[in-house]
């Protein structure tokens, strides 16, 4: 994911999974058994909104294709020819957060000779707190799953992850697999990937990282230079049922060999003669008539600058190296080659893809095995068509990231090409070869991988407002349908908090990183059919923090944030015309606003434990001791987002929520635990609650006084989806084993719909829920 936010995902992946039990072992009330609830689960259509970072057709089954994800799992497509009548179904949902490292997906391999049998190679992070990674193994087309432990670290979200595909199965004997890892050498299974042993006779020196190659990156993780990057079979000559001989290793080097070969089925290995050294390979596709094409680039993407690559042809058969480059001027200091694909039918229909290139990524078309090539993108008058209708946001989104580009095997004019947000689809491919522009849709309906940073449901007006990081965030006003684009001006590349009136629904206001010189707030007084901007902002570097919305709308109180730094809570009644210090409150607070009384809000310094008051409209706040009943809740250490142990702390926990319909009545959403107070009186801990990730109110049961509460954590000393009725005494499990989404940082339920609850996750975006069977009045 880079963008911006999507690295600090990077960084982020949960390591919720190793949480600290000394911190979540504090004094809880007995528990007992939770009950369950049948609740159906679909996704908020935004539309891609993430990394597809690469693809397999089924040579042998027309319409099934797979994705694979940076961070958001692995994708099944069931399809007539053209993909049209089809969504894409996710595979991996059932992951729960102890598993949120296998949510990132760094190879994906079809068995050619089996189509039931599907591979994913899935681990996210190669950092030494992050787990080893595992293979998924499918015998039913990922409908279900066995798992293989892996004994090394992969970086599905990594450098280089848009290249490969590093995980392959043998075509003539479908037993065999082999992994090329990023860190410790080739792997090869003989038993559908049950389990693997290290082929030490692939070297140690083809592949490990050298000074002279580039410094690891500062964050820790692989850069993806130096490692093997992609495994390919030459099956031709192979006999059905015997291991094929000849294998291809790609290495993402320029200072040593970068293409090495088996040629007696992985007993051996040497590197091929005259492989280029300039720069990186990426990828490379196989054709019937032997001839190797290979993709090359200056670095390993997606991120960084390019300095140039290059297309070379390679004939297995005469041992030649030919190269093919399109645009060769610009590719020798700037342009590099990332995807490739061949005709199946056809052996000299090429397809590549681009990146790093000056004035816009391209895709080439060569009919002629790459002496000649056909710009789609930038061709003039005869240019690809772009259209954005099934998700209207990427009209804001120039193109890039197109590492992975296919062509149907079964249909020479369909072809995809990976983008850091979704996927583009063409059904008239063959028109550039007649001259004439093709035409691409996102044909990405079922792929959801944003992070949704923020929810506001109001309780007037659309179902749901969300804070989406790298895509701003939007209005939906149909749950079913992609929003008609960003909420702008201004226009945003996170949004990293949205709130409104409680009694004043129409007032809604946002804050995220601001583009194009634009302020980091935007309000809008129609429920979010029209935005603008504020006359100032408190500073202009503050583009995250908190925000808080008086209940009739009329005080908005931002704690802001600039990079690192907080600030100390910001004050205005006039829609942001000037700003007020809230000097009591200490620089970082979050406020937030009484849900009944406009004149009160409430803050909390859980880690001090202080609890501050206001009864003027936030113009000042008095503290007093919070006194949680199990005592002060010691200080984590600092950490980016989750290295604390308590939960990645873009999430719900840690956090002060004031009750709906109640004046004064407060929660206490701990990492630990669940606390409530009535105004006035103390704290008590609630029953059977252990940990929290995310924490809302919705509309309350027929019948009920108290609104419904939704939280994500452990009830029960069982992790899932809670839902209370009866203000937190007794809880009712509402997701299921095939629903948990790794990670999940929001949980919002709609104060308009009983039962109604939406779900953000880290990386399967937003999600709502609906009880299966309706609750009656």
């Known amino acids: 994911m880079p963008h911006a936010s999507r690295l600090l995902a990077a960084l982020s992946f949960a390591t919720a999974t190793l949480l600290n039990a000394a911190q979540v072992a504090q004094a809880a009330p007995p528990t007992k058994p939770v009950p ?23 040579p042998s089954v027309p319409g099934l294709l797979y994705a694979r994800t940076d961070m958001g799992g692995a994708y099944r497509r069931d399809s007539g020819r053209d993909g049209s009548d089809a969504a894409w179904q996710p595979l991996m949902d059932f992951l729960p957060l102890a598993d949120v490292n296998l949510m990132g997906v760094e190879s994906l391999a079809i068995d050619p000779s089996d189509p039931s049998r599907v591979y994913f190679a899935c681990g996210t992070y190669t950092l030494p707190s992050v787990p080893n990674g595992a293979l998924l193994r499918s015998r039913d087309r990922g409908r279900t799953f066995e798992r293989t432990p892996l004994p090394f670290k992969l970086g599905g979200n990594e450098g280089g992850r848009g290249n490969g595909e590093r995980l392959a199965v043998d075509p003539m004997d479908g037993r065999v697999l082999f992994i090329a890892s990023r860190n410790a050498g080739l792997w090869k299974s003989s038993d559908h990937g049950a389990s693997f042993q290290r082929v030490d006779s692939f070297p140690d020196s083809a592949w490990q990282r050298l000074p002279v190659d580039g410094p690891p990156p500062a964050w820790g993780g692989s850069d993806g230079r130096s490692t093997p990057v992609f495994v390919l079979f030459d099956a031709r000559g192979s006999s059905k049922g015997a291991p094929t001989k000849t294998i291809y290793v790609g290495i993402a080097t320029k200072t040593r060999p970068s293409l090495w070969r088996s040629q007696d089925a992985g007993a051996t290995w040497a590197p091929v003669a005259g492989s280029p050294q300039e720069h990186r390979p990426h990828r490379a ?18 991120g960084g600058k390019h300095f140039g690559g290059a297309v070379w042809r390679f004939d297995t058969a005469q041992g030649s190296w030919t190269e093919i480059t399109p645009e060769p001027e610009l590719a020798r200091t700037a342009s590099g080659y990332t995807g490739v694909s061949v005709d199946a039918k056809a052996p000299r229909h090429l397809l590549v893809s681009s990146v790093g290139r000056p004035g816009g990524e391209d895709m080439f078309r060569s009919t002629d095995g790459g ?20 998700a209207p946001y990427v009209a804001d989104t120039g193109l890039h990231w197109l590492h992975d580009i296919q062509i149907n095997p079964h249909d020479p004019d369909n072809a995809v090409v990976t983008i850091g947000y979704g996927l583009w689809e063409t059904n008239n491919l063959r028109a550039a070869d007649r001259g004439e522009p093709t035409r691409w849709r996102m044909k990405a309906r079922g792929i959801e991988e944003t992070v949704p940073l923020a929810f506001h449901s109001p309780t007037q007006g659309v179902p749901l407002i969300s804070g989406i990081g790298d895509y701003s965030g939007f209005v939906h006003t149909d749950l079913d349908r992609p929003a008609p684009g960003n909420p702008k001006p201004p226009f945003f590349g996170n949004t990293h908090d949205v709130a409104g009136g409680e009694l004043a629904p129409n007032v809604v206001v946002r804050i995220g990183h601001g583009r194009n010189g634009s302020k980091h707030l935007g309000y809008s007084l129609d429920g979010g059919a029209t935005w603008q901007e504020p006359a100032t902002v408190p500073d202009p570097k503050a583009n995250e923090g908190f925000l808080a919305v008086s209940a009739d709308g009329k ?65 000042s706040f008095q503290a007093r001791a919070l006194s949680l009943p199990d005592g002060k809740v010691e200080r984590p250490g600092a950490g980016s987002h989750n290295a604390s142990g308590r939960g990645d702390d873009r999430g719900g926990q840690d956090k002060l929520y004031a009750t709906p319909g109640r004046e004064g009545d407060l929660w206490v959403a701990a990492f630990h635990g669940l606390y409530r107070a009535a105004d006035g009186k103390a704290f008590q801990r609630l029953p059977g609650v252990t940990e929290i990730h995310a924490f809302g109110f919705g509309r309350a049961a027929p019948g009920r006084k108290e609104p419904a509460v939704y939280l994500m954590g452990t009830v029960s000393n069982k992790h899932g989806l809670y839902q209370s009725i009866d203000g937190g005494q007794t809880w009712r499990r509402i997701n299921d084993d095939a629903h948990q989404w790794g990670l999940v940082l929001q949980v919002s339920g709609d104060p308009k719909t009983f039962g109604r609850v939406y779900v953000g996750t880290h990386g399967r975006g937003a999600i709502y829920g609906d009880p299966a069977t309706p609750a009656k009045p």
Do not use: C
């Not at 409150?585 to 406009?598: E, F, I, Q, S, Y």
């Open 36 to 58: 369950s609830v049948p609740y159906s689960w679909r996704n908020v259509a935004i539309v891609g909104g993430g990394f597809v970072d690469g693809f397999a057709f089924h």
């Open 285 to 302: 596709a196989l054709a019937s008539d032997g001839q190797l094409y290979i993709t090359y680039a200056s670095e390993p993407g997606p």
């Open 555 to 619: 005080t908005w109180i931002w704690t802001p944030k600039a990079g690192r730094e907080w600030g100390v809570p910001q004050r205005t009644t006039d829609r942001g015309a000037t700003w007020t210090p809230i000097d009591s409150l200490p620089k970082g607070t979050r406020v937030v606003a009484d849900r009944v009384n406009p004149q009160r809000f409430h803050a909390m310094g859980l880690f001090d434990d202080q609890l501050y008051a206001s009864t003027d409209g936030g113009q």
């Open 371 to 390: 002496a000649t090539w056909r710009a789609l993108v930038h061709a003039g008058s005869n240019s690809a068509v772009f259209d954005p209708v099934d």
